[in-house]
């Protein structure tokens, strides 16, 4: 089955960037998306389609996938993007749907 | 707007059997495949399953496949997860969420599931 990784925590002073990385194999040949998650809150999509960001998500979310790796950025952190972060693709040859690990970014 | 409500958790024994509802409102219902994801208290979201706008393609995840069966009722704007042979390690919070583009653009609340042994 297709499995996707990212790094458990990323920490990342306010003002800085933060990338977060999430790999699989010949992830650059699927469509990658990212989600949000705070506490007790259900998850929100902050990138989709590799480098797409819906409409009510700050411009500092950006997004780029090639080759093995996709990677979510988030330029100029504020406190408030202080959450769990989990990666998604689309495994065309199984038609399922996987999500990577999770990671916790923290604003310190 | 689009609101997807979910409803029909609660404690349960091993092995026994639940079903899951999720109301949907604000989009074309009957248009949109529609997905299950769960999430196991401090642990990371884990895809369950989807359905296709009119319910003809089902697919399940391997660790629900065999137990766990995924429908709707498009006049009721109702989307359902049977969950039968329950396990202490189906316990989680499932979403119901909507899928554009291969990615799940809006989720519910999410209702708890507690497998109890």
């Known amino acids: 089955s297709y499995e996707l990784t990212q790094p458990p925590s990323v920490t990342v002073s306010p003002g800085q960037t933060a990338s977060i990385t999430c790999s699989g194999d010949?992830?650059?040949?699927?469509?990658a998306s990212w989600y949000q998650q705070k506490p007790g809150q259900s998850p929100v999509v902050v990138i989709y389609?590799?480098?797409k960001r819906p409409s009510g998500i700050p411009e500092r979310f950006s997004g780029s996938n090639s080759g093995n790796i996709a990677t979510l950025t988030i330029s100029g952190t504020q406190a408030t993007d202080e959450a769990d972060y989990y990666c998604?693709?689309?495994?065309?040859?199984?038609?399922?749907?996987?999500f990577g690990p999770g990671t916790k970014v923290t604003v310190l | 707007q689009v609101q997807l409500v979910e409803s029909g958790g609660g404690v349960v024994q091993t092995g026994e059997s639940l079903r899951l509802s999720c109301t949907a409102s604000?989009?074309?219902?009957?248009?949109?495949?529609m997905h299950w994801v769960r999430q196991a208290p401090g642990k990371g979201l884990e895809w369950v399953a989807v359905?296709?706008?009119?319910?003809?393609?089902?697919n399940h995840g391997d660790s629900v496949k065999g137990r766990f069966t995924i429908s709707r009722d498009n006049a009721r704007n109702t989307l359902h997860l049977q969950m039968n042979s329950l396990r202490a390690e189906d316990t989680a919070v499932y979403y119901c969420?909507?899928?554009?583009?291969?990615?799940?653009?809006?989720w519910g609340q999410g209702t708890l599931v507690t497998v109890s042994s």
């Open positions: 969420a909507k899928v554009k583009m291969n990615s799940f653009d809006f």
């Open positions: 604000g989009f074309t219902f009957g248009s949109s495949a």
């Open positions: 359905i296709s706008y009119d319910g003809t393609e089902k």
């Open positions: 010949k992830l650059g040949d699927k469509y």
């Open positions: 389609q590799d480098t």
């Open positions: 998604q693709a689309w495994d065309g040859s199984t038609a399922l749907y996987v």
